[in-house]
C-alpha cells in the first residue's frame, strides 16, 4: 500500500443525539465510514488529529484511516467527503469519510486556484470569473488537490472554457467542457458568456 499520513479512528457501538452529544463534550467526532462498495459503518475521531488531516489533506487528497475495532485494527484509503459544522462556530461537528480504490476512478470537485494577471486587464478589461471549482475523473492519487490556471495569456474578449484547462495524464474533465471559467470583457462592452452570476476580479 501507498505511503499516506494516517488517521486513527475507533468503531462506534452508540449512536443517537445523546451519544453523539457526549462524544462532542469530550472532544470526540462522531463520523461516518463509507466503503467503495456502497456500505458504511459508525466511527469516532479525536477533533485535534482530524482538524489537522483536513488543513493538510483538504478534501481531494488520499489518506489512509486506520480504523480501531477492539484489538483488530484495519488500514484503508480514503477522502474527507462530506464535513457538516456547528451553525454558529467554525468546528466540526459530523463528518463522512469515503473509502476509495486507488485503482478505479472517482469524480472530485476540486479548487481553482488562478495566477497571474491577464494581458487584456492592461487593455482595459475586466475580468469575470464565473467558476471556483471543476468536477475530474480519475483515479484518485492522480486527480490533483487544486488546480492552478495561469490568467496571464488572456487578451480582451477571450475566454477560458473548461476543456482548454491542461490536465494530468490519466484525468479528465467531469464538468461540462464548454462551461465558461473565466471571461476578459470590455469595461463598455457586453456581459461575459457565462452560465451564472461571475465572480468578478
Known amino acids: 500500500m501507498a505511503e499516506f499520513a494516517t488517521l486513527t479512528v475507533q468503531k462506534r457501538s452508540s449512536t443517537g443525539k445523546g451519544a ?10 462522531p463520523a461516518v465510514f463509507y466503503t467503495p ?6 466511527i469516532q475521531v479525536a477533533e485535534a488529529p482530524l482538524v489537522k488531516i483536513f488543513e493538510a489533506m483538504g478534501r481531494t487528497t488520499v489518506f489512509n484511516i486506520e480504523v480501531e475495532d477492539g484489538d483488530q485494527k484495519d488500514i484503508r484509503p480514503a477522502l474527507i467527503w462530506d464535513i457538516e459544522y456547528y451553525p454558529t462556530k467554525n468546528r466540526f461537528q459530523h ?25 487584456g486587464l492592461k487593455q482595459g478589461g475586466v475580468l469575470e470569473n464565473f467558476m471556483e471549482f471543476v468536477d475530474l475523473i480519475g483515479k484518485p492519487l492522480d486527480i490533483p ?57
Do not use: C, W, Y
Request: aromatic content about 4%; overall charge neutral; cysteine-free.
Open 20 to 29: 453523539n452529544r457526549r462524544l462532542r463534550a469530550q472532544g470526540i467526532i
Open 95 to 119: 463528518v463522512d469519510f469515503f473509502g476509495v480504490d486507488i485503482q478505479k476512478e472517482i469524480k472530485l470537485r476540486v479548487p481553482l486556484v488562478f495566477s497571474g494577471s491577464a494581458k
Open 145 to 201: 488537490s487544486k488546480l492552478v490556471v495561469d490568467t496571464t495569456p488572456l487578451t480582451l474578449g477571450e475566454t477560458l472554457r473548461v476543456g482548454d484547462l491542461v490536465l494530468p495524464e490519466g484525468v479528465s474533465p467531469g464538468t461540462e467542457t464548454t462551461k465558461t471559467i473565466l471571461h476578459i470583457k470590455d469595461k463598455a462592452g457586453a456581459d461575459a458568456e457565462g452560465d451564472g452570476e461571475p465572480h468578478k476580479k
Open 37 to 42: 462498495q456502497g456500505d458504511s459503518f459508525p
